[in-house]
């Protein structure tokens, strides 16, 4: 069994700050984890995965995410973000058929 | 390459009525999967498929069906429509240790 907990479901933020947004994870197999990207009115765009080797990953857009496995945590960061990161951020755990969080929604204020 | 194509991307249906979401695929991916996505629920997986002619339920199944008699398409059909089964629905393929490649969505209103 596997199962996704993403702890915020908004985060404000102003333009040019860093951000964090967190996830945490079961699983009883091999932890493959993703962080997908939503902006509106589009589909799921994979930003990152973690499959194995480095627990620091670094994806688009200047996005990176740490796995944690002590913790079983993979929450992502950006040390500045822009008003064009506003979006739905979801985690997601498992290989074959990923299971996804229930998304943050991420709000870059001017 | 197109990746992955839902059609139609907005469709309304009366309660009762039935119908059929495409998806195809051309990245010649074994496994398909449908997500509905409603606000704050995430993505919940409908059905999934492992290969031509292999589909089995997720999360939130009933009211759907699904066959799978090629590697590129994924239909779901809504056998008889109910206000419940309003949302966005995103087929996804997916090449095992890539992630998803999802397709850009059916936003579907039942009345």
């Known amino acids: 069994a596997q199962s996704v907990t993403q702890l915020d479901s908004q985060v404000p933020v102003f333009e040019e700050a860093p951000v964090e947004l967190r996830c945490n994870y079961s699983?009883?197999?091999?932890?493959?984890l993703f962080w997908y990207v939503q902006y509106p009115n589009q589909g799921l765009q994979l930003l990152l995965k973690?499959?194995?080797?480095?627990?620091l990953v670094k994806g688009i857009n200047g996005f990176e995410a740490e796995f944690n496995k002590s913790q079983t945590s993979f929450h992502l960061r950006k040390p500045s973000v822009h008003i064009s990161d506003t979006a739905e951020y979801f985690c997601?755990?498992?290989?074959?058929?990923?299971?996804f969080g229930r998304g943050t929604s991420l709000i870059v204020h001017p | 390459n197109a990746g992955v194509t839902q059609t139609p991307k907005f469709q309304v249906l009366k309660t009762g009525q039935s119908m059929t979401l495409q998806c195809a695929q051309d990245?010649?991916?074994?496994?398909m999967s449908w997500y509905r996505q409603d606000p704050g629920m995430g993505l919940r997986l409908i059905h999934y498929?492992?290969?031509?002619?292999?589909?089995d339920q997720g999360e939130v199944p009933n009211g759907y069906n699904v066959s799978r008699s090629t590697t590129e398409d994924f239909p779901l059909r809504l056998l008889s429509a109910a206000p419940s089964q309003t949302s966005v629905y995103f087929c996804?393929?997916?090449?095992?240790?890539?992630?998803?490649?999802f397709g850009s969505g059916t936003r579907l209103t039942v009345v």
């Open positions: 973690y499959l194995s080797g480095s627990t």
């Open positions: 996804a393929s997916l090449q095992v240790g890539y992630g998803y490649t």
């Open positions: 997601a755990v498992g290989s074959y058929i990923p299971t």
């Open positions: 990245m010649n991916h074994e496994y």
């Open positions: 699983s009883s197999v091999s932890v493959y």
């Open positions: 498929s492992v290969g031509a002619g292999i589909t």
